[in-house]
C-alpha cells in the first residue's frame, strides 16, 4: 500500500466491502502491524513488533508429499481490470493477483512483514533517507528477453511519475541518475524514510511492478503485458479469463504448475458456486460468513481456508466543515452512539472483523490509545442535548451506495443516531458520483474507507491540510507537524511517537468514526498445495498473502 | 425495395435518437469519467488535462456531433478506461450476447408452442389451468432466483455444466452450447409465460373459426389441423412478440451475463454506465439498437410470409 494509488479502487472496495456476502473486494495492508524498517538492504531483522495475526491453515502443506511440477489452477476473481500497465491501468484488487503472476515487485514483505528487497539487489537509502539507491539484480530478463537493467527501472519511474493515477504517490521523487547497468539513484524532495513500501505491489500501490520497456511503450502494453515474474502472459479474453503459462527462463526457481487461468466471476454467489462446484480452484472472499462456513468444511477435509491479517478498517468519514458536524460534540454523539457488536451482527463479522478505535488495528504496531469515545448513548444524548439547546436541531445528510445491503446498513446507523435525537437523511449514490461527490466536499457524512490500516505514513494525503485530499477537512498545525515529521523519520519508534500525536488529535476531535478491521480468507481445493509457502530469493520465508494478494511461485497440485 | 429504403430511413432515425437520448443522460448523470478514471487522489492538474484530453468541456451537442461524424467513418472510438477501440471491444463481446438471445428464443419457444397448443386445445381443463399456472410461477419468479437456482442443481449439485465461463463455438462448439445453455434458460424462462399466453389466446380464436371446423368436418386428426391449418394463423401475435421481446432479453442479458460471468455485450454496457464512459457505451448502444431494429426488419418480413394480405397492402 502505498502513498497513494489506486486508491479510488481502495475506497470502492473498504465501501464494497461492506456488502459482507459480496465480499471481497477491499483493501488490506500487509504491513498493518509491522512498520518498515528503513534499511531493507541489510537483511538485519530487528523486529520492532511481533509478526502479523497469520493462521495459516496448516493442510495446505502435506510435509509428507514432494512438490511436483504440472497442472494448471483456475483462480476466481471478484472484478476484472481494465488492463495490466502497471502505470497505467487501476487496477481492482484482483488486478493484482494477476500482477504478482506476471510482474516480479522491487521490494516484497518477509514473514514478520518487514519491507525485504525482491526483484531488487538492495533498496538503499542515504542518512537522511533524501537518495535512495536501487540496485537490481544481474541476469534477470523480461519475458521478451530484455534485459531487467537500471534504465529499465528508471523508464517505469518515470511512467508513474508522468502518469495521472500515479503520479502523486511519486510527488516526493525529485531526478534519478542511472549509475551503472544495475544501479539507479533516487534524490528525493525531501526526506522519504518510508519510500521502499511503495515498492512491495500491494493494493493501493502499483509501482514496484516492473513492466518491459517494450511494454511501457505501446498503446496496448495493457492488453499485452510483459514481466519478469514466474508467468507469462498467453491471452486475454476480458471479463472472462486470462491465462498464464510458466516461465521456465525464470530469475528464481521456476514455478510448479503449467499455466494459471484467472477469472473474473462479479457475483459473489455464482463465485462461491464455481468453487463448490470445482469449476474454479481457489478464491479469496472478505465475507466472515463465508469464510465461517468453509472453516466448518475444513474440519470434514473438503477445503482449505486459508486467512491473511486484518487490514485498513471500515469507516465513516465526516465533513467537519459541514454543520451541524463542524461542532466536535456532535461529531463525538456520533462515535458514541455506535454499537459496534449490532453492527457486526449485521455485517456478518462473528469473531473474525475486530473493532478498531482509530485508523490502525488495535494490534498494529503504530496503535496508541487515545480519547476516541466509547460506546455511551447517555453520553451522547447529553452532548446532542447540549447543542440543540444551543444552536438548533442536529440533522445531515448520510450519503452511500446504491446497493441493497449498504442502503441497510445506513439505515442501522440512523436507527442508531435516531437514537440520541439526530435527524439522518439517506441518500443514494452511484460509486462514481459518491466519489465526484466527496471530492468537491459535498458531502455531510458518508460511508467511507482507504484510510489507516498500513503505514501511517501511507494517510499522509488523507490527513495532512495541504494535498487538497483532505476531505474531512478536519487539520491542526499540530497534526500536520507530526506527519511531516513522521515522514522525515527512519527510527519506527521515533516515527511513533509523532504518530501517536496524529492519533491523540484524531481520537479527541473525531472527524472519522472507525468500525471495524476488513479479513480476507483464501478458499483452496483440498488439492492445491503451498498457497502459504513463499520463499524469498535468499531461501528464507517471506509473506505470502498479503491482505488477499498472494503469490504463485511456490503453489502446486496434488498429482 | 422501397419497403427497404422507408426500413433504413428509420433505422438511421431510431439510431439518432436512441445515441443522442444515451449521449445525453450518461451526460445528466452525476460523477464524471475522470474521477472513475483517475480516482479521488489525482490532482486537480491532472483532472483538468484528463478533461481537456477527453474532451469533457465541450458542450454536449458538439461532443455528439463529432462522435456522431467519426461513428458515421467507422471509427466508434477509444474507450475512455481502458484505451482500447471501441468496435475491437464490441467484436469480442457481440457473438456471446447474439448467441444467448437467440438461443434463449429458440428454447423460450420450444417450450411455450406446445405448452400453448395444449392449453388451447381444451381451455378451461385442469392442464390448461396447470399450464397456466406454471406460467405465472415462471413470470413471477426473479431472475436472479432463477439463475442462482439452475447454478445450485444443475452445476453445483449435479456437476452436469459449468458454473461460469464461456467458451467459444470456434474452440469447441459442444462446449460452447454447454457454457451458453443455463444462462439461456434463466433468460428463457420469463418469456415463455408471455409467448405462450399470446399464442394460446390467438389459437383459441382461430379453433373458433369456420375454416377450421370445416377442416375438422372433412375429418382432419387433431394433429393436422393444429398443425397445418391454426398454428400459421395464430402466430403473428407470437412473431410480433419475439421481435419486441429481443429488446427485453437484451436488458436480461446484463444480469444473466454478470451472475454465468460470460463476456457478453450486457456486462460491457453497464460497466460502461457505472464508470460514464462514453464512447463504450455509445459503442455498445449503436450496436443494440442496430441489432433490435434489424431483429423487427425481419419481423415484418415474416408477417408477410405468414400473412399474404400484409404483403399485398405493403405493396400497394
Not at chain 1, 503472476?101 to 522491487?106: M, S
Not at chain 1, 533516487?186 to 518491459?212: C, D, E, K, R
Not at chain 2, 469533457?56 to 463529432?66: C, G, N, W
Amino acid at each position: 500500500m502505498g502513498n497513494r494509488a489506486n486508491r479510488p479502487w481502495r475506497r470502492i472496495a473498504a465501501i464494497t466491502l461492506l456488502v459482507g456476502a459480496v465480499a471481497a473486494c477491499g483493501g488490506n495492508s500487509p504491513s498493518d502491524t509491522a512498520p518498515t524498517q528503513p534499511d531493507v538492504s541489510s537483511g538485519e531483522t530487528t523486529p520492532v513488533t511481533e509478526p502479523p495475526v497469520f493462521t495459516n491453515a496448516p493442510t495446505t502443506t502435506n510435509p509428507e508429499v514432494e512438490p511436483t511440477a504440472g497442472g494448471s489452477l483456475t483462480v476466481g476473481l471478484n472484478s476484472e481490470s481494465t488492463g495490466y500497465n502497471p502505470t497505467a491501468d487501476a487496477w481492482a484488487d484482483s488486478g493484482h493477483n494477476v500482477a504478482h503472476a506476471i510482474f516480479d515487485p522491487l521490494a516484497t514483505f518477509d514473514a514478520g512483514g518487514k519491507v525485504v528487497p525482491y526483484l531488487a539487489e538492495s533498496i538503499t537509502p542515504n542518512a537522511d533517507a533524501t537518495v535512495w539507491t536501487i540496485t537490481v539484480r544481474s541476469g534477470v530478463t523480461f519475458h521478451d528477453g530484455t534485459p531487467l537493467n537500471a534504465e529499465a527501472v528508471r523508464l517505469n519511474f518515470e511512467a508513474n511519475k508522468n502518469s495521472p493515477q500515479f503520479g502523486s504517490q511519486l510527488a516526493l521523487l525529485g531526478s534519478m541518475a542511472v549509475i551503472d547497468d544495475l544501479t539507479l539513484e533516487l534524490t528525493m524532495t525531501q526526506p522519504w524514510g518510508t519510500f521502499p513500501n511503495v515498492l512491495a505491489g500491494t493494493i493501493g500501490s502499483q509501482i514496484g511492478y516492473m513492466a518491459a520497456p517494450a511494454m511501457l511503450a505501446s498503446a496496448d502494453g495493457g492488453r499485452n503485458p510483459i514481466g519478469t515474474g514466474p508467468f507469462t502472459f498467453v491471452e486475454w479474453v476480458p471479463d472472462d479469463h486470462l491465462t498464464v503459462a510458466r516461465n521456465d527462463n525464470y530469475w528464481q526457481d521456476p514455478a510448479y504448475l503449467d499455466e494459471v487461468v484467472f477469472r473474473p466471476i462479479p457475483d459473489s454467489t455464482a463465485r462461491k458456486a464455481a468453487k463448490d462446484a470445482g469449476d474454479i480452484d481457489l478464491y479469496y472472499t472478505g465475507s466472515s460468513s463465508e469464510i465461517q462456513e468453509y472453516q466448518a468444511l475444513q474440519a470434514d477435509g473438503e477445503v482449505n481456508v486459508t486467512i491473511g491479517a486484518p487490514g485498513e478498517g471500515d469507516m465513516v468519514m465526516l465533513n467537519t466543515k459541514s454543520a451541524p458536524l463542524d461542532d466536535v460534540r456532535v461529531r463525538r454523539a456520533l462515535a458514541m452512539s455506535v454499537d459496534i457488536p449490532r453492527l457486526f451482527e449485521f455485517l456478518d463479522a462473528t469473531g473474525v472483523k475486530q473493532p478498531t478505535h482509530g485508523p490502525y488495528a488495535d494490534t498494529s504496531f503504530w496503535y496508541v490509545e487515545t480519547d476516541y469515545p466509547d460506546y455511551d448513548l447517555e453520553g451522547a444524548k447529553a452532548l446532542i442535548a447540549e447543542y440543540v439547546a444551543e444552536k438548533g436541531p442536529v440533522e445531515f445528510e448520510f450519503a452511500g451506495g446504491q446497493d441493497p445491503f449498504i442502503v441497510s446498513l445506513q439505515e442501522l446507523y440512523q436507527s442508531m443516531w435516531s437514537e440520541i435525537g439526530a435527524t439522518v437523511n439517506i441518500v443514494s449514490r452511484a460509486q462514481g458520483e459518491n466519489i465526484s461527490a466527496v471530492i468537491a466536499g459535498d458531502f455531510q457524512v458518508v460511508l467511507w474507507g482507504g484510510i489507516g490500516g498500513g503505514d501511517p505514513d501511507n494517510d499522509y494525503v488523507d490527513f495532512h491540510s495541504n494535498t487538497g485530499q483532505n476531505f474531512s477537512g478536519f487539520n491542526t498545525p499540530e497534526m500536520d507537524a507530526a506527519l511531516d515529521a513522521g515522514r522525515a523519520l527512519t527510527d519506527p519508534e521515533a516515527r511513533k511517537e509523532q504518530y501517536a500525536i496524529v492519533q491523540q488529535v484524531l481520537g479527541e476531535n473525531v472527524p472519522y468514526i472507525w468500525t471495524g478491521t476488513n479479513q480476507y480468507g483464501l478458499i483452496t481445493a483440498t488439492d492445491v498445495m503451498g498457497v502459504a509457502d513463499f520463499d524469498l530469493p535468499d531461501g528464507t520465508p517471506g509473506q505470502p498473502i498479503s491482505g488477499q494478494v498472494f503469490f504463485l511461485k511456490d503453489v502446486w497440485r496434488l498429482p | 425495395m422501397r419497403l427497404i429504403a422507408s426500413r433504413f430511413a428509420r433505422l438511421v432515425a431510431v439510431l439518432v435518437a436512441v445515441t443522442f437520448a444515451s449521449f445525453c443522460m450518461v451526460a445528466l448523470l452525476p460523477g464524471d469519467i475522470v474521477s472513475s478514471v483517475l480516482g479521488p487522489d489525482a490532482t486537480e492538474e491532472a483532472r483538468e488535462q484528463a478533461r481537456e484530453d477527453l474532451n469533457l468541456d465541450a458542450p454536449l451537442p458538439v461532443r455528439y456531433v463529432q462522435w456522431a461524424a467519426d461513428a458515421l467513418r467507422g471509427d466508434l472510438g477509444v474507450s475512455y478506461r481502458t484505451n482500447q477501440p471501441v468496435s475491437e471491444a464490441l467484436g469480442e463481446r457481440v457473438w456471446v450476447t447474439i448467441e444467448l438471445v437467440l438461443l434463449s428464443q429458440l428454447i423460450a419457444l420450444a417450450i411455450a408452442i406446445p405448452m400453448a397448443i395444449f392449453g388451447a386445445l381444451r381451455p378451461g381443463s385442469w392442464l390448461d389451468r396447470f399450464l397456466s399456472g406454471a406460467q405465472l410461477a415462471m413470470l413471477a419468479t426473479p431472475g436472479y432466483l432463477v439463475a442462482i437456482g439452475l447454478m445450485a442443481v444443475f452445476a453445483v449439485q449435479l456437476g452436469w455444466f459449468d458454473t461460469t465461463g464461456y467458451t467459444r463455438f470456434l474452440d469447441d462448439p459442444l462446449a460452447n452450447l454447454k457454457s451458453l445453455l443455463l444462462p439461456s434458460i434463466a433468460l428463457a424462462l420469463e418469456q415463455v409465460a408471455v409467448y405462450s399466453r399470446v399464442l394460446r389466446t390467438d389459437l383459441v380464436n382461430t379453433f373458433d373459426q369456420d375454416f377450421i371446423w370445416f377442416a375438422r368436418a372433412k375429418g382432419n386428426t387433431t394433429r393436422d389441423i393444429v398443425v397445418r391449418h391454426a398454428l400459421r394463423p395464430s402466430s403473428i401475435g407470437l412473431v410480433t412478440l419475439t421481435g419486441v421481446s429481443v429488446g427485453r432479453m437484451i436488458g436480461g442479458t446484463v444480469l444473466v451475463e454478470t451472475i454465468f460471468a460470460l463476456p457478453g455485450l450486457g456486462r460491457f454496457t453497464i460497466d460502461a454506465i457505472n464508470n460514464r464512459d462514453f464512447m463504450a457505451l455509445q459503442g455498445a448502444v449503436v450496436v443494440l439498437t442496430v441489432g433490435f431494429v434489424l431483429v423487427n426488419f425481419a419481423v415484418d418480413i415474416l408477417h408477410g410470409v405468414i400473412d399474404p394480405r400484409i404483403r399485398t397492402e405493403a405493396a400497394r
